[in-house]
């Protein structure tokens, strides 16, 4: 109907007759929307499932939203002392506790539905964590963070932090025994902080722990200071991505000067909305069956008891293992009188800055060993990058190895095993795993590279064995079509850079050699061992002495009959 | 690694063959793009049945919502939360239910028609550098100049331009300073450095605030324990605060199972095998509230710190550095334990000032 205005439009400036029709001119008269129209409903979007992770963060911070602005209208966020008048559950009832703290019970026991948003926001919570960790891994992997897309990246790097942020605040509302031992956790951790750790504990209780203001304080970043950033910087996250238009996996007619994909409309609108309603839907399955975070059965903070096998959230776990497995002994200085405790400072403050300064730096090391500055819009296949691939799992298995030393006690409970043991194993798999994960990855990234040359090379086994007059067998081999050879020919093996000599042509010693010749170190470490995609010459040069591989039909009768004998390599 | 046999171009370190090198004469460097590949048509789009049966999914699906949403106003009415805990989580599981058919209705049926029945032919577009071609950009530059020129910063006017940004650099100090001042209560940091046990403060159980008797402690016992103060304060926010720092964990060993205490030469801070420990971690200031008997170790829950008791509460493993401070304690008149005094060093985790 509105196409059909818009052709009438455009031959004569006739009124529209149709009631959408009508409306479309009333608002583009007033906003000229048309141009956005014209420019996005039609725009081009390249499919695959792993874009879709992006969308799952997405769409599980819409659920945090809803199913948070339900969770304020009954959550009150005062730590004034109140004793529990309410009869459910029996356990509570008469007990002192934070006005916080019996909202929390109040909501889940008496409000309609309103446990139900509460195991809905928590999950997801925990799910928006996790679908950004796995999109940031889609990311690296492919190479996505290259250029154009740095900045892009380092605000996706900001929104990760930001759900950490969120999470935390989040979690430590309900002013619980466990949430209260977490933020004690914090405090300790920032008290460590050399010169200002004291102050800067005062600062965040409004006094010495716990104080009467954490929660208001809390209360407040959480829905109000950190949920806002985190909007500002999703909607720059997706204006990037629509101006730059999104990334596509390499394959026949993609370039990096092209997209080719699906319209906006009616296919991506109706896919993004349907993914939509999919991930609120599972996490009302979850928050419906998966009860989470059952507070009444730890009672209100007390700074007195805590519970054995205790975990946070799943994204601080890591922070937890890092803590954890830094072992304690000699490792707090005084220095002329002052406290310096390096068995906090180091895994609480040092090991998560390395991990995030190498997630933001690493777009710019990449491009600077490589030498590379153009745009890149084809996604690379991770076999093809085997030191990055190789980085990559370095670094999620560091990763994971905290994780797992945040859940020592667990394993040691589960598998009945010394948690001294598993401790002391975990702190020489931090070190170990990431160098060996880092190896064996990029060997078999290698390995894959190998294979495909000799698939392009050599083509698929066939299965068929045919035996020559000579008494020969030889199987085969159909060569790969088009599509399945640009698969694995279309990709860069960048050489190390080369630098320019020592000296110059009089024997004059070069400024920067120094710091030329440790990027060229540098980039050795990224592309010394490498496999080149296979070249149309080599291909041929493979069927000059291999060619009763290709035979197909008549010739092979031809060679049944004993043609020839030909040297083979199989 | 072992060399593929097979592979003219195989690589370990150095050996590469780059496309240059292993061009042959009367072959392209590369191979050509194939261009972007066939269209395959689905069934929906090749028989007419089968788009119909899509067309009727997807109407089943999106229906199913519907009853989904009015499952969820029926549970609503129907079944509401009687306050025990399987009543809220019958209420939270139908709800819950609903909720999750009447949504992935909507999106299952979303996503079947995208696939089924929306167009899938591939499109093409292009891209455009993203950098401004030069000419828009050279008419940037100039405007911003103009820009410049016209504001009349341009040149010598330092003083003008120093008190512009001194001016908008300092304003927010008028904010952040009575905020930042403020926010940190009264700033007396020492207060990390005391607790409120002090001579004769009896020790009592947590959370009841009974005394507690020395002869009441048998060997091998463990009593989480408080200040005694009185009801009334031990419901105020003082007492919150003072709690978190005056928590102790007092123990009975045989005498000759007790090594050492930390109590310094002259003195006794134990008695007759009672010792009493802070019971805030040295780490980061978890509650240390896991006693081995057999061992007489402590552990935190926390982060595994572990602390011999019977060894003046040193560390043992863990990330703890330091042991627990001891409370010396001794027994008044009626025979009830109390402290000496208070701790003799800062109890908790470490910061800068500690030993200031």
Redesign the interface.
């Known amino acids: 109907m509105s196409t059909a205005t818009h052709d009438t439009k455009r031959e004569a400036p006739a009124k529209p007759t149709t009631t959408v029709g009508k409306a479309a001119d009333y608002l583009d008269q007033r906003t000229s929307i048309g141009v956005a129209v014209k420019e996005f409903a039609r725009k081009v979007f390249p499919d695959h499932w792993s874009f879709m992770l992006g969308e799952i963060a997405l769409f599980s911070f819409v659920v945090l939203i809803i199913s948070g602005f339900f969770l304020t209208m009954f959550f009150e966020p005062s730590m004034a002392l109140t004793t529990y008048e309410g009869e459910h559950p029996a356990t509570m009832h008469g007990q002192l506790m934070s006005v916080a703290f019996a909202s929390t019970l109040d909501m889940s026991f008496e409000v309609r539905g309103g446990l139900l948003m509460r195991q809905i926001h928590h999950w997801s919570a925990l799910i928006f964590m996790a679908s950004i960790v796995v999109h940031m891994m889609r990311v690296f992997f492919t190479g996505a963070f290259r250029k154009p897309r740095e900045i892009n990246w380092i605000v996706g790097i900001l929104l990760m932090i930001l759900g950490l942020a969120a999470g935390f605040t989040g979690y430590s509302l309900p002013d619980d025994v466990l949430s209260g031992n977490g933020l004690r956790i914090t405090d300790g951790v920032v008290k460590s902080i050399p010169l200002i750790g004291s102050f800067m504990s005062y600062m965040i209780f409004g006094g010495e722990f716990p104080g009467h203001h954490i929660v208001p304080r809390l209360f407040t970043l959480h829905i109000f200071v950190v949920p806002g950033i985190l909007l500002a910087l999703i909607a720059l996250h997706l204006f990037l991505m629509v101006l730059q238009k999104h990334t596509q996996y390499p394959g026949g007619g993609r370039t990096d000067k092209n997209v080719v994909g699906y319209p906006a409309l009616p296919v991506y609108v109706a896919k993004m909305t349907g993914n939509f309603f999919m991930v609120f839907g599972v996490l009302a399955l979850m928050g419906a069956t998966m009860s989470i975070n059952n507070v009444w059965n730890y009672g209100p903070f007390d700074p007195s008891p805590v519970s054995a096998g205790a975990q946070p959230d799943w994204y601080m776990l890591f922070l937890e293992g890092s803590l954890r497995l830094m072992p304690g002994q000699g490792t707090e200085w005084v220095i002329f009188g002052y406290t310096l405790p390096l068995n906090v400072l180091i895994p609480a403050v040092v090991i998560p800055g390395i991990l995030f300064t190498f997630l933001i730096v690493y777009p710019f090391l990449e491009a600077r060993v490589t030498g590379d500055d153009r745009e890149h819009h084809v996604l690379d296949r991770p076999r093809n990058k085997p030191a990055r691939t190789g980085l990559g799992v370095a670094f999620l298995t560091a990763f994971i190895i905290l994780a797992l030393a945040g859940s020592n006690d667990l394993i040691a409970t589960h598998f009945a095993l010394s948690i001294n043991a598993i401790t002391w194993v975990f702190r020489v798999l931090f070190f170990v795993g990431p160098v060996f994960a880092y190896w064996v990855t990029k060997r078999i990234c290698l390995g894959l590279q190998r294979k495909d040359r000799e698939l392009v090379l050599h083509g698929h086994e066939s299965g068929r064995i045919v035996r020559f007059a000579n008494g020969e067998y030889i199987e085969v081999h159909t060569p790969l079509d088009d599509q399945e050879r640009w698969l694995r020919v279309n990709f860069e093996a960048p050489a190390p850079l080369a630098i320019a000599p020592k000296t110059d042509a009089r024997g004059v010693k070069r400024k920067g050699y120094g710091a030329d010749k440790r990027w060229q170190g540098l980039s050795r470490f990224f592309y010394e061992d490498r496999v080149s995609p296979v070249t149309p010459a080599e291909v041929a040069a493979a069927h000059s002495h291999g060619e009763h591989d290709e035979l197909s039909g008549s010739e092979r009768q031809a060679v049944e009959a004993g043609a020839g004998t030909t040297s083979r390599e199989h | 690694?072992s060399e593929?046999?097979?592979?003219?171009?195989?690589?370990?370190?150095?050996v590469?063959?780059?496309?240059e090198a292993?061009?042959?004469v009367g072959?392209?460097?590369?191979?050509p793009?194939?261009?972007?590949?066939d269209h395959k048509h689905r069934l929906t789009d090749t028989d007419p049945r089968a788009a119909k049966r899509a067309e009727r999914t997807v109407t089943i699906l999106f229906v199913l919502s519907i009853l989904g949403t009015v499952g969820s106003i029926v549970a609503?009415v129907m079944v509401?939360?009687d306050?025990?805990?399987s009543g809220?989580?019958l209420?939270?599981?139908l709800?819950?239910?609903c909720?999750?058919?009447?949504?992935?209705?909507?999106?299952?049926?979303?996503?079947?028609?995208?696939?089924s029945l929306?167009?899938?032919k591939?499109?093409?577009?292009?891209?455009h550098?993203?950098a401004t071609n030069e000419e828009d950009r050279a008419i940037a530059v100039q405007d911003l100049n103009e820009g410049l020129a016209d504001s009349g910063v341009v040149g010598r006017r330092g003083v003008l331009k120093g008190a512009f940004f001194g001016a908008l650099a300092l304003f927010p100090l008028a904010i952040a300073v009575p905020l930042?001042g403020s926010?940190?209560?009264?700033?007396n940091?020492s207060?990390?450095k005391h607790t409120m046990w002090k001579n004769g403060t009896r020790l009592a159980i947590?959370?009841s605030g009974r005394p507690i008797k020395a002869a009441d402690v048998t060997v091998g016992s463990v009593f989480?324990v408080?200040p005694e103060t009185t009801e009334e304060f031990r419901?105020?926010?003082e007492w919150?605060?003072e709690?978190?720092?005056a928590?102790v964990l007092m123990v009975r060993l045989n005498p000759e199972d007790l090594r050492t205490d930390q109590s310094p030469e002259g003195e006794t801070w134990s008695h007759e095998g009672i010792v009493a420990y802070s019971?805030i971690?040295t780490?980061?200031?978890?509650?240390v509230?896991?006693y081995e008997q057999q061992t007489h170790h402590l552990l935190c829950?926390?982060?595994?710190?572990t602390f011999d008791i019977a060894d003046s509460a040193k560390?043992v493993?863990?990330?703890?550095?330091?042991r627990l401070p001891q409370l010396p304690i001794t027994v008044d008149d009626e025979g009830y334990l109390v402290a000496q005094d208070d701790f003799a060093e800062p109890i908790?985790?470490?910061?800068?000032?500690?030993?200031?």
């Open positions: 690694m593929n046999q097979n592979n003219p171009a195989d690589t370990s370190h150095e590469t063959v780059t496309p292993g061009t042959a072959h392209p460097e590369r191979f793009d194939p261009g972007v590949p609503y509401p939360p306050g025990t805990t809220v989580r209420s939270t599981l709800l819950g239910l909720l999750a058919v009447s949504l992935l209705g909507i999106g299952i049926a979303g996503i079947h028609w995208a696939k929306m167009g899938d591939e499109m093409v577009q292009e891209r550098p993203l930042i926010v940190g209560g009264d700033w940091v207060k990390f947590d959370p989480h408080i419901s105020t926010h919150i605060n709690k978190s720092k928590v019971k971690c780490h980061v200031g978890c509650p509230a896991l829950p926390c982060h595994q710190s560390v493993f863990g990330p703890a550095n330091r908790g985790p470490s910061f800068w000032e500690r030993l200031k």
